[in-house]
Structure formats: structure tokens, C-alpha cells
Nanobody, 129 residues
Framework: QVQLVESGGGLVQAGGSLRLSCTDS????????MGWFRQAPGKEREFVTS????????YYADSVKGRFTISRDNAKNTLYLQMNSLKPEDTAVYYC??????????????????????WGQGTQVTVSS
């Protein structure tokens, strides 16, 4: 079974950086499309970014494009989110998610929460002004 644990959240000033990690304690990490979502207070969960199973394809929400970078290390069963130039509006609980593949190609990314079957517990990111 896939078990995802996020880490690396915290408090940072606007303009600062954080790197989030998501580790899968299971044994099939490379079989999943991975993604990051976030949920701010009073708002619905929103898509942030996704990376394909082979790591070769990425996709970003417009709100984070150019500032965030998603990556994965399949040998370490770990997903990363490098967040630079953080803004107060980035404040949210960040969740990593794993989606079972639906195509034999390893190049696809998922942008909808319904495409992901497994979720981590979330890690809080707070950006102060």
C-alpha cells in the first residue's frame, strides 16, 4: 500500500524559500504519477503541480509557474517541491498525492484531484508578509 509522508513545511518570510519532501514507505513509488496540491484557510483544495512517472514531464499551475519546481527521485521513493520567491498567498497546507497510472507511457501528468488515489497528511507552509 502507498503511504505518503510530507515534511519540510514551516514559517518563512515573503521572498524566501522552502523545500518540501514526500516519502513513500511503500514499494511501488515509480508506478505512480505524483502531484502536489494545497489548501488555504477557507478555500478549496487546488492543484499546484504534477510530475510524470518517469520524471520527464512536469506541469504547473499558473500561480506557481517560474517559482516552484517539482522533482522526484524514484530510487529514494521521494517527491520534492522546491518553492522559491514565496508569497503570503502561498500560505496553505500542502499535500502530496499519488495517482495510479492509466497509460503505459510514463510521460503523463494529472491535474485533477480525482485522478489521485493516495494522499499524505499534509504539511503547513506559512509565508509572512
Amino acid at each position: 500500500q502507498v503511504q505518503l509522508v510530507e515534511s519540510g513545511g514551516g514559517l518563512v518570510q515573503a521572498g524566501g524559500s522552502l523545500r518540501l519532501s514526500c516519502t513513500d514507505s511503500g514499494r511501488t513509488f515509480s508506478s505512480y504519477v505524483m502531484g502536489w496540491f494545497r489548501q488555504a484557510p477557507g478555500k478549496e483544495r487546488e492543484f499546484v503541480t504534477s510530475i510524470s512517472r518517469n520524471g520527464g514531464t512536469t506541469y504547473y499551475a499558473d500561480s506557481v509557474k517560474g517559482r516552484f519546481t517539482i522533482s522526484r527521485d524514484n530510487a529514494k521513493n521521494t517527491l520534492y517541491l522546491q518553492m522559491n520567491s514565496l508569497k503570503p498567498e502561498d500560505t496553505a497546507v500542502y499535500y502530496c498525492a499519488a495517482g495510479p497510472y492509466r497509460y503505459y507511457s510514463g510521460s503523463y501528468v494529472y491535474t485533477k484531484s480525482t485522478e489521485y488515489a493516495y494522499w499524505g497528511q499534509g504539511t503547513q507552509v506559512t509565508v509572512s508578509s
